[in-house]
Nanobody, 115 residues
């Protein structure tokens, strides 16, 4: 069973930065894609950023220019560097991994940005 363990969430002031980490229980290059989604209570989970096995990345429009997804194969970890965070409703950020027809989710650290 694939496990994704996230860390790095918390409280930050508007304009600040956070880095989220997602450590996978197996080689991250086994996955077709890995990425980060966010969910605000009462709303649908939405894509923030993802990276495929070839290293191609894509971002939500709201994340472009401020967030960066990266990975470390030696640590089997994917990161989301978030800069210029905006004051908005607290959101849970979920690590996501796609392997063939299966999808895996992490537990989701909460990120709260205060004004």
């Amino acid at each position: 069973q694939v496990q994704l363990v996230e860390s790095g969430g918390g409280l930050v002031q508007a304009g600040g930065s956070l880095r989220l980490s997602c450590a996978a229980s197996e080689n991250i290059f086994n996955f077709n894609t890995m990425g980060w989604y966010r969910q605000v209570p009462g709303k649908q989970r939405e894509l923030v950023a993802r990276i495929n096995v070839g290293g191609v990345t894509n971002y939500a429009d709201s994340a472009k220019g401020r967030f960066a997804i990266s990975r470390d194969g030696g640590l089997n970890t994917v990161y989301l560097q978030m800069n210029g965070l905006k004051s908005e409703a607290p959101a849970v950020y979920y690590c996501h991994a796609h392997l063939l027809s299966r999808i895996y989710w992490g537990q989701g650290p909460q990120v709260t940005v205060s004004s």
